[in-house]
């Protein structure tokens, strides 16, 4: 039976699994942004939940992420939440161009492109400061969101 998992229907399996998890993220301390630094650790995985988005009766997980190199859990939160640089993150990024698909600006075409650390090209190219890259690159539209945290002693590996 190709749509079953230990005689579950897969659907059902993964229900459950997403049920528990939901569960267990829904009982942790809740963090906003900006967040206290010495509240969250060096190390460790972020689960970003959406103000009004809900699943299984909890917050609903609308990313789960980590970091690149040791103790860089905050500067990683920091370049997704505060500093507006698509470049410098991809959930970011990814939130400009759904907005930019969803109103069909042509300034998706501009938006796709990475200029990662060419102020002068930056410049040239968008004709404004490098500071804020479009109106859908606003601190603003990502106070909505809060994290829960779990805190690890290493940089983990995924």
Not at 111 to 122: Q, Y
């Amino acid at each position: 039976m190709e749509n079953s998992f230990n005689g579950y229907p897969r659907k059902f399996k993964m229900s459950k699994h997403c049920n528990t998890l939901h569960q267990w993220f829904s009982e942790m301390k809740k963090f906003v942004f900006p967040f206290e630094e010495r509240e969250v650790p060096k190390n460790g995985i972020y689960i970003l939940f959406e103000k009004g988005e809900f699943a299984h009766s909890a917050d609903r997980i609308v990313r789960i992420g980590t970091h690149t190199g040791q103790n860089q859990l905050r500067s990683r939160l920091f370049q997704h939440f505060l500093k507006e640089n698509k470049d410098r993150s991809i959930f970011r990024k990814n939130i400009g161009r759904a907005l930019l698909n969803k109103d069909k600006d042509s300034f998706l075409e501009k938006w796709e492109l990475c200029i990662c650390g060419v102020r002068e090209l930056v410049h040239k190219f968008y004709h404004q400061p490098c500071v804020n890259q479009s109106r859908h690159d606003s601190s603003d539209r990502m106070r909505p969101f809060k994290f829960r945290k779990i805190d690890v002693d290493r940089r983990i590996c995924v």
